[in-house]
T-cell receptor
Framework: GAVVSQHPSWVICKSGTSVKIECRSL??????MFWYRQFPKQSLMLMAT?????????EQGVEKDKFLINHASLTLSTLTVTSAHPEDSSFYIC???????????FGNGTRLTVT | RKEVEQDPGPFNVPEGATVAFNCTYS??????FFWYRQDCRKEPKLLMS???SGNEDGRFTAQLNRASQYISLLIRDSKLSDSATYLC???????????FGRGTSLIVHP
C-alpha cells in the first residue's frame, strides 16, 4: 500500500524557534497533501491543503504566516511552525491524497512540544 | 450541523461482545466512505473502505445506507486490542476535501 513518511516523529523546541516537519510519499506521487493538527482527546483538525507547485489553501483560523507550507515536489510537502509558542504544542499529521475515491494515507505524525 | 457526525462514546464492552457504530453524513453528494482506527497518540490507520453493497473483513463489517445517509461499522467478537477511536470519513467528488467525524471511542474490557 501507499506509504507516507513523516519526520521527525517528535520534537521539543524552545519558544520562539521554528520547526520544520517533512512529509514524504515514498512509493507514489501526491499532488495533494493535507496537514492536520490534533490536540489531546480532540478530533483531527484540518489546517491546510498543500498542492504541488502552488500555494497552500489554509482553513479558517489558521495563520498562513505562522504555519508555512511548501510542496515543491510530488513527493515532499513541508510544514514549518514559525516562532513556536507553547500553545502550538500538538500532534501534527500529514496525509497524502491518491484521488477522489481513495482513502487518505497518513504519515506517522509529529508530536511537537514547545517549552 | 456537522457534515459527518459520530457518537463520541465511549462504548464500553466486554471481550467477545458485538458492537456497532453509526456515522451520519449530511451531504448527499458524498461518494466514498471509509472507516479509520486511531490509537492513542498515533496516526489514523485505514480500517476499511465502505462499499455500497456492504463489505466484510474478518470480524469487521461495514454498511452504507445512502437513503438514510449513514454508514455503520460492526465489530464481532471484540478483542482487547480493538480498543481505539474509530473515525468515519466521507468524500465528495472533485477537489473536495475528505471530511472526518470526530471519532467514536471503544473500550473493550476483560
Amino acid at each position: 500500500g501507499a506509504v507516507v513518511s513523516q519526520h521527525p516523529s517528535w520534537v521539543i523546541c524552545k519558544s520562539g524557534t521554528s520547526v520544520k516537519i517533512e512529509c514524504r510519499s515514498l512509493d507514489f506521487q501526491a499532488t495533494t497533501m493535507f496537514w492536520y493538527r490534533q490536540f489531546p482527546k480532540q478530533s483531527l483538525m484540518l489546517m491546510a491543503t498543500s498542492n504541488e507547485g502552488s500555494k497552500a489553501t489554509y482553513e479558517q483560523g489558521v495563520e498562513k504566516d505562522k504555519f508555512l507550507i511548501n510542496h515543491a515536489s510530488l513527493t515532499l510537502s513541508t510544514l514549518t511552525v514559525t516562532s513556536a509558542h507553547p500553545e502550538d504544542s500538538s500532534f501534527y499529521i500529514c496525509s497524502a491524497d491518491l484521488g477522489t475515491n481513495s482513502p487518505l494515507h497518513f504519515g506517522n505524525g509529529t508530536r511537537l512540544t514547545v517549552t | 450541523r456537522k457534515e459527518v457526525e459520530q457518537d463520541p462514546g465511549p462504548f464500553n464492552v466486554p471481550e467477545g461482545a458485538t458492537v456497532a457504530f453509526n456515522c451520519t453524513y449530511s451531504n448527499s453528494a458524498s461518494q466514498s466512505f471509509f472507516w479509520y482506527r486511531q490509537d492513542c497518540r498515533k496516526e489514523p490507520k485505514l480500517l476499511m473502505s465502505v462499499y455500497s453493497s456492504g463489505n466484510e473483513d474478518g470480524r469487521f463489517t461495514a454498511q452504507l445506507n445512502r437513503a438514510s445517509q449513514y454508514i455503520s461499522l460492526l465489530i464481532r467478537d471484540s478483542k482487547l486490542s480493538d480498543s481505539a477511536t474509530y473515525l468515519c470519513v466521507a468524500r465528495r467528488g472533485g477537489s473536495y476535501i475528505p471530511t472526518f467525524g470526530r471519532g467514536t471511542s471503544l473500550i473493550v474490557h476483560p
